[in-house]
């Protein structure tokens, strides 16, 4: 029996272990979808409602298991439409395979209906694409791509199989699969040490330290550091501040942890205590002007080391940093090996400042946030509380979109193990990530529940993929946080262009009804005790649900933004990102 390219590739992604795929179809991949419709592999396909929300899936899919997310689209309309889903992945070092399908290839240079020059077009957001013209080379195409993804700092790659490829016969009992049954899927690919003088010279600075820091990045969650971050925190004594993406690298009631650091949901006490650091040690971090609040928190002036698994970054934001290229769990336990241990008066000493630290923030949330609320809102922070806690005991997933839901969710969810559980797209932050992305998640982490903070942007955005969570009846809670604007935005233009608004104010969407009509739960909680009432629903039956909270907008409550602050207190300067 002759079978085909298009049942090789779904075979070979199966020996791999890709068997999970979101996708949406297009007439050049007809063939890929019969495959997959008879496949015995192992091989789901989810069905998206949009390409990019594909991509967004994959991503979160990815992020929420350490494995390889697929995304698979076609030709033309698809292709370009993946490329805004793959910036985030690219940007954030999220391993993921895109599936392309292309034309004919007799029909390339004919101006063929959805002919654009896919390599270039892919150039920019992926690490790797390989266009095959054979059908027996898709095996060690999957192969080779798979363990490009998770190599060194992982990222997206492409592969490009065209329609009449897809069709070509093989001889599927006699394919060599063993290359994709062999290749690595997970992250990290590799334990990379880094070179022991460099351990050598960056523990000694760590040990004679007197205000040492530990600035902790989302390479921490792709190595699966955890366990070795904490073990050099308690050995050396040193706090650990995050970025958003390091959220999760430890518990919340980790003595050692101080909280998030930068210019977006970056805690005053966080970065003063960064300020005054004499010594700091970047772990998995782009540490970009948004996260070190333009490189003064910490200063650039004094010493430091950096844990990073791409050698070309180690030095970029640091310049006179001790590099130490690896990967990120090895390397911390490296530095726990030869770090000389902190004694007993320093450790409590350090202690002390970090519990400070960390009870400093409530005190100062509660300033940000003076006088009442009209009747019908509910602060963001407390939206994110009240859900927290009618689900607690639950190990929930909570994903972000960016804008007005990030600081909330990044400050106020609670983390009560150390993992990725908050998912918060910072590479690029694009709108309209945070409803697929819960698809994705859901279909990581199967029978968790999974909490979408979105805004009434981003529902706009990404609305379609509610009838997705519907149709696979995914345990899924949406809570928007609705300030009629496209929030952020709008807070710029307040403080830094005179209150000049333009281009920020679209009409309202009703968002529960929205939901009502994809066939979910869907309702409007204008107190806490609504809200309450609502997620509580969702715990008892994990049906999707659709929650709607107006809150106020930034003008009226500040979030934890420091430059948004110092611009209110008179510093018109807005920051370089």
């Not at 070092?93 to 270039?120: C, F, K, M, N, Y």
């Not at 990222?155 to 290359?179: N, S, T």
Request: net charge negative; proline share 8%.
């Amino acid at each position: 029996m002759s079978e085909t390219g298009a049942e090789l590739l779904v075979a070979s992604l199966g020996a791999a272990g890709l068997t999970t795929i979101f996708g949406v179809p297009g007439d050049t991949g007809v063939a890929f979808y019969d495959a997959l419709e008879s496949n015995t592999a192992g091989v789901r396909h989810v069905l998206a409602r949009d390409e990019r929300h594909a991509a967004f899936m994959a991503d979160a899919f990815a992020r929420a298991t350490g494995r390889i997310g697929v995304v698979e689209v076609s030709s033309g309309g698809g292709a370009t439409f993946a490329v805004g889903g793959l910036g985030e992945a690219r940007a954030s070092g999220i391993p993921v395979l895109v599936l392309t399908s292309d034309i004919h290839r007799a029909s390339r240079g004919t101006g063929a209906l959805t002919e654009i020059h896919q390599p270039d077009l892919f150039k920019a957001v992926s690490k790797r694409v390989i266009s095959v013209d054979a059908a027996a080379d898709i095996p060690a195409a999957v192969a080779e791509l798979a363990a490009v993804a998770v190599a060194g700092r992982p990222g997206p790659v492409v592969l490009i199989v065209p329609e009449d490829v897809y069709e070509q016969p093989v001889d599927l009992a006699a394919a060599d699969l063993a290359a994709p049954a062999a290749a690595a899927r997970t992250t990290p690919a590799e334990r990379t040490p880094a070179p022991q003088d460099a351990v050598e010279r960056a523990a000694a600075a760590l040990a004679a330290a007197q205000r040492p820091v530990i600035f902790a990045g989302s390479g921490v969650h792709a190595s699966g550091g955890w366990e070795a971050l904490a073990d050099l925190a308690e050995r050396a004594a040193a706090p650990v501040a995050t970025t958003i993406h390091g959220v999760g690298v430890l518990p919340d009631a980790h003595p050692w942890l101080l909280g998030t650091c930068g210019n977006n949901s970056g805690l005053s006490a966080v970065n003063a205590h960064l300020a005054d650091a004499d010594f700091a040690l970047f772990v998995g971090t782009r540490a970009n002007a948004t996260d070190t609040n333009g490189w003064t928190t910490p200063p650039r002036a004094i010493p430091t080391a950096t844990i990073e698994i791409e050698d070309a970054r180690v030095d970029r934001n640091y310049p006179d940093t001790i590099g130490l290229p690896g990967d990120a769990a090895t390397v911390l336990a490296q530095l726990a090996a030869a770090v000389a241990e902190a004694a007993p008066d320093v450790r409590a000493a350090r202690a002390r400042a970090a519990a400070q630290v960390r009870d400093a923030w409530r005190h100062e949330d509660s300033g940000t946030r003076p006088g009442s609320l009209p009747a019908g809102m509910i602060d963001a922070p407390d939206v994110v509380t009240a859900v927290a806690e009618a689900l607690v005991g639950t190990p929930a997933v909570a994903v972000a979109d960016p804008g007005t839901p990030t600081p909330a969710v990044t400050i106020y969810w609670p983390n009560e193990r150390a993992g990725r559980d908050v998912l918060i797209p910072r590479g690029h932050g694009p709108m309209g990530y945070a409803i697929p992305a819960a698809v994705g998640a859901s279909f990581a982490r199967p029978g968790d529940p999974i909490v979408a903070f979105t805004a009434d942007g981003s529902l706009a955005m990404a609305c379609g993929e509610l009838e997705t969570a519907v149709r696979y009846a995914l345990p899924i809670l949406f809570v928007e946080l609705d300030n009629r604007s496209l929030g952020w935005i709008k807070m710029l233009q307040h403080l830094y262009e005179g209150e000049r608004y333009f281009g920020v104010d679209p009409g309202p969407i009703d968002g529960p009804a929205l939901a009502r009509a994809c066939g979910m739960r869907g309702v409007h909680a204008a107190t806490v005790e609504d809200l309450r009432a609502a997620v509580e629903a969702f715990a008892a039956d994990r049906l999707p649900t659709y929650i709607a909270v107006r809150v106020p907008h930034m003008i009226d409550r500040v979030p934890q933004v420091p430059a948004w602050h110092a611009a209110l207190a008179g510093d018109s300067e807005r920051p370089v990102y």
